[in-house]
């Protein structure tokens, strides 16, 4: 699973349900800084519940306090990229559109890369 900002918001549920399934989770989750790292907490609760289950990696674009800083990339995805994983990413356009072509250039197949839109609304036209 990969999240920027406040994607996190749909994902964490879904992270929760394939811990208590039994599943292997890796999170990877992208903020500004740890001031801005949306339910840090709840995470940290997740580690805690499932230490042998849940692996996270947590990117910072500004604050060295983090797994990594600077962006979610090509190095770092491959670092993390279980063997036939299936991949959910939710965080703003730009960001899924990277993460969707770093793993796309991974070898991870159309059929297991998933993502969801969740952020500002727009404007809907009627038809």
């Given at each position: 699973m990969v999240s920027g900002g406040v994607g996190q918001t749909p994902l964490l549920p879904m992270a929760r349900q394939a811990l208590a399934e039994g599943r292997?989770?890796?999170?990877?989750?992208?903020a500004l800084d740890a001031e801005h790292h949306a339910f840090a907490d709840a995470l940290d609760t997740?580690?805690?519940?499932?230490?042998?289950?849940?692996?996270?990696?947590t990117v910072y674009e500004n604050d060295d306090g983090a797994d990594h800083r600077g962006w979610i990339d090509h190095a770092l995805l491959a670092t993390c990229l279980p063997a036939s994983?299936?991949?959910y990413f939710v965080g703003p356009h730009g960001f899924m559109e990277t993460v969707n072509?770093?793993?796309?250039?991974?070898?991870?197949?159309?059929?297991?890369?998933?993502?969801?839109?969740?952020g500002p609304a727009r404007t809907l036209t009627a038809a």
């Open positions: 292997q989770v890796t999170y990877v989750h992208a997740l580690e805690a519940t499932y230490p042998d289950a849940l692996r996270t990696l994983a299936r991949c072509r770093e793993l796309s250039q991974l070898g991870v197949p159309d059929t297991h890369r998933h993502y969801e839109y969740f």
